[in-house]
């Protein structure tokens, strides 16, 4: 992987996940409101767990209202529904679940990986083809690293690699604090949705706040999605 041209970087776009769906019409209903209350580049639909015939069409009950914008769709797993939902990509965690899905998914998907603990996995996951790297989500336990160390690793990644990062905010002073690492984008989800006043009052914060951590960089420009893809369902 070549080393990224120099500064200034791409300003930081909002990836936003949802919360976990089993009824899509909550999600829905807010779903204008926030995407047009900020950059959103990518949402990624986070689903319970059902048969595949109900999965799907919950993922059609969200993909027009999200690609008709020009925002990417997502699956948080589910890589075998990504074509029949006419959704634009997978995530996935871990070097395996990665390695095991990029046939299916390439070379007109989006395939992203987060579940990566230590800077060889990272490494890996570039090498073997990912869209874009997450970094500073919990785990299965709810446990993460500090936000110094998250920024560390986005500053790290963001110097030498070309794959965009993605890192996890899980609240508004990260989202600035990454946004100044060198994150390519900002995941959120629940500072968005349980915010008392409302999601689009609060995802319009973050984007506020990227925008200052990335001023405080010295960056100037946009982020594109992650391989060029944007509501291609």
Not at 150 to 173: G, K, Q, S, Y
Request: charged fraction near 20%; proline fraction near 9%.
């Amino acid at each position: 992987m070549p080393p990224k041209a120099a500064p200034p970087r791409p300003a930081p776009r909002l990836y936003l996940a949802t919360p976990v769906i089993d009824d899509p019409s909550h999600v829905a209903a807010q779903l204008p409101a926030l995407l047009a209350s900020a950059d959103v580049a990518a949402v990624l639909v986070r689903l319970s767990p059902s048969d595949p015939r109900t999965m799907i069409s919950r993922i059609k009950a969200l993909a027009p209202l999200i690609q008709s914008t020009g925002v990417a769709l997502l699956l948080e797993a589910h890589a075998d529904l990504v074509a029949r939902a006419g959704a634009d990509g997978a995530h996935l965690t871990g070097i395996e679940a990665l390695q095991e899905t990029l046939p299916v998914l390439k070379p007109d998907r989006i395939a992203g990986v987060g579940g990566l603990s230590t800077r060889h996995d990272s490494m890996v996951a570039g090498e073997a083809g990912a869209d874009y790297v997450l970094f500073g989500e919990p785990d299965e336990t709810g446990d993460r690293p500090s936000a110094e160390a998250i920024a560390e690793r986005l500053t790290w990644w963001a110097e030498l690699f070309e794959p965009p990062c993605v890192a996890h905010a899980m609240n508004i002073d990260e989202a600035r604090l990454f946004a100044a690492s060198g994150a390519d984008f900002i995941l959120v989800d629940d500072i968005v949705w349980t915010d008392t006043r409302g999601a689009a009052l609060a995802l319009a914060d973050i984007a506020t706040a990227i925008a200052r951590g990335h001023e405080s960089q010295g960056g100037a420009e946009r982020t594109d999605p992650p391989h060029g893809v944007r509501g291609a369902g």
